[in-house]
């Protein structure tokens, strides 16, 4: 017997909720066992975790890597090293 599109489709749905629920059921019961484990997702992203770490330049930085990129390669155009 084959199936046509549609009757694939909804069996298809319906396997794939039921499996949602089931992973739903899992994820409910290990935060059950661990309840702070939510918790410590919540606070890294609220930290600001998306910069990890990494600050800008100051003006004063980019003005000096800009001086010695200039520098660089105005020796480069020249031939010097």
């Known amino acids: 017997m084959t199936l046509s599109r549609p009757q ?3 069996l ?3 396997g794939a909720e039921a499996r949602l629920a089931e992973l739903q059921a899992e ?3 290990i935060r059950r066992s661990f309840p702070d484990l939510g918790r ?3 606070a890294a992203t609220s930290a600001g975790a998306s910069r990890t770490g990494r600050r800008g330049w100051s003006p004063a930085q980019r003005k000096a890597a800009a001086d010695r ?3 660089y390669w105005a020796a ?3 031939g010097k090293k």
């Open 8 to 10: 694939l489709l909804k």
């Open 40 to 42: 410590a997702k919540a």
């Open 69 to 71: 990129m200039k520098k």
């Open 12 to 14: 298809a749905r319906a």
């Open 27 to 29: 994820i409910d019961a």
């Open 76 to 78: 480069k155009k020249t």
